[in-house]
């Protein structure tokens, strides 16, 4: 809860009051608190998810207007809104529809904002390819993670074992700590099918640079150290990475 609030509070101090649409606002914990921070300011949430977007309308915010949509489409005419957002929501993007989606969603939030309009993205951030060792210390973590190997859908997981000890790509290895503690089948099976760290730097750099937009800001958010504590009873890793998200904030120029 602690990391979620910082990485919010980093993301409203860019935000541009007026009009504001969040592109997959989910459930509506960023739309609570971009309605507390922006009263007087409209603010619209797209997600697909009907049930999400009930609970965001039972949070009853005056500012909030919630609508059922693919972020994916071209939903509102050009020049819009002041300020866009995709916070972890492009990941999903890419894990169930594609690179070329994302660069469609990409695309559709840069129409959509006035000249001088911000659009600030937050999601994971897949570290650069460098091969780790995860010691497992049980038996349990092992073939969980063999499990993993086998029903990663997103793209394959290449590893040596030796002894109870994997070698891996570190973007394969924090895939499956994120995926560790599923709760129950049901959000295992829903895990399998999604990617967290699906863009480097780079990819990022490179997707924003592709709409035109410019790079106002681009901020590598710390790893809360609690997500890694959850996990040392069971496994040992050799390397671990500093920064599991992602920050761009985005101005589109004056035609």
């Known amino acids: 809860m602690q990391d979620r609030t910082a990485r919010f509070t980093s993301l409203i101090q860019h935000v541009k009051p007026g009009k504001i649409v969040e592109l997959g606002c989910g459930n509506g914990l960023v739309l609570e608190a971009l309605s507390k921070r922006f009263s007087e300011s409209i603010i619209v949430g797209l997600d697909e998810d009907l049930e999400a977007l009930e609970k965001v309308l039972e949070k ?24 866009a957002l995709f ?53 349990g973590a092992g073939k969980r993670f063999l499990r993993f190997a086998r029903e990663f859908r997103p793209r394959k997981v290449r590893y040596e074992e030796r002894e109870g000890v994997v070698g891996v790509d570190i973007a394969d290895a924090v895939e499956f700590i ?23 730097e780079e990819e990022y750099q490179e997707m924003a640079q592709r709409t035109g937009l410019v790079i106002k800001d681009f901020k590598k958010l710390p790893t809360d150290k609690s997500w890694w504590g959850a996990i040392r009873e069971d496994m040992e890793l ?12 985005l101005t589109k120029s004056v035609s």
């Open 178 to 200: 994120s995926k560790y503690r599923s709760p129950d089948e049901e959000d295992w099976q829903e895990e399998m099918r999604e990617t967290h760290f699906f863009f480097t």
């Open 60 to 83: 009853g915010f005056d500012n909030v207007i919630p609508i059922k949509a693919d972020i994916t489409q071209k939903i509102f005419p050009d020049r819009t809104f002041d300020t």
């Open 238 to 249: 050799t390397l671990e990475p500093q920064y599991l998200w992602a920050q761009l904030v």
């Open 87 to 139: 916070v972890a929501s492009l990941h999903e993007v890419f894990s169930y529809r594609g690179k070329k989606k994302v660069r469609v969603a990409f695309q559709n939030a840069s129409d959509m904002l006035m000249d001088s309009g911000v659009l600030i993205i937050q999601d994971f951030l897949r570290p650069p390819s460098r091969l780790v060792k995860i010691n497992f210390l049980n038996e």
